[in-house]
T-cell receptor, first 115, second 113 residues
Framework: KAGVTQTPRYLIKTRGQQVTLSCSPISGHRSVSWYQQTPGQGLQFLFEYFSETQRNKGNFPGRFSGRQFSNSRSEMNVSTLELGDSALYLC??????????????FGEGSRLTVL | SQELEQSPQSLIVQEGKNLTINCTSSKTLYGLYWYKQKYGEGLIFLMMLQKGGEEKSHEKITAKLDEKKQQSSLHITASQPSHAGIYLCGAHDNAGNNRKLIWGLGTSLAVNP
């Protein structure tokens, strides 16, 4: 079956702009979680969506938001971009919600560069 | 809040050698994950451990969660160049009503042929 698909794979934005990233989970998975990965901070949990509702949230400012649609596809949005938002953004899907009882399936990520 | 510390940060080994990576938590570990990542790519699932004393193996990789559930180790036997990458441990942080997954900073492994 198809894996987790993230689009776009690469994008370049300038400070102050906003960006929307998309994640299509594995068919049948209702949980989608988002992560930011940077060299300095490593992999950090942004939030989790399950059945169109945000269930859990990491320690990120309100500029980071997301949503989930009825088909479980999810988007995350970052507004008023800052240089420090440059990162690899990963999403993962799972059958269950946090705390997970099995494998998390990750996408290849969207690499955002903010100039 | 809970933190995960991985050691070593990086490792260079000769092909055929054994190696161990550790993941230590400041609190009891629940649902400990091991993933492998090639630079700039997604994460590949290796194993999930949940019970103290649990040990799982996949091909030449073995992971164990200690009895007190505050440390996990990942052991690779007879390393190969295909084992090269970044190894990440992740765990559930169930503090309060807001749950999340926390991660170690990773261990970068290079295997010289």
């Amino acid at each position: 079956k198809a894996g987790v698909t993230q689009t776009p794979r690469y994008l370049i934005k300038t400070r102050g702009q906003q960006v929307t990233l998309s994640c299509s989970p594995i068919s049948g998975h209702r949980s989608v979680s988002w992560y930011q990965q940077t060299p300095g901070q490593g992999l950090q949990f942004l939030f989790e969506y399950f059945s169109e509702t945000q269930r859990n949230k990491g320690n990120f400012p309100g500029r980071f938001s997301g949503r989930q649609f009825s088909n479980s596809r999810s988007e995350m949005n970052v507004s008023t971009l800052e240089l420090g938002d440059s990162a690899l953004y990963l999403c993962a899907s799972s059958l269950s919600r946090l705390p997970y009882t099995g494998e998390l399936f990750f996408g290849e990520g969207s690499r955002l560069t903010v100039l | 809040s809970q933190e995960l510390e991985q050691s070593p940060q990086s490792l260079i080994v000769q092909e055929g050698k054994n190696l161990t990576i550790n993941c230590t938590s400041s609190k009891t570990l629940y649902g400990l994950y091991w993933y492998k990542q090639k630079y700039g790519e997604g994460l590949i699932f290796l194993m999930m451990l949940q019970k103290g004393g649990e040990e799982k193996s996949h091909e030449k990789i073995t992971a164990k969660l200690d009895e007190k559930k505050q440390q996990s180790s990942l052991h690779i036997t007879a390393s190969q160049p295909s084992h090269a990458g970044i190894y990440l441990c992740g765990a559930h942080d169930n503090a309060g009503n807001n749950r999340k997954l926390i991660w170690g900073l990773g261990t970068s492994l290079a295997v010289n042929p």
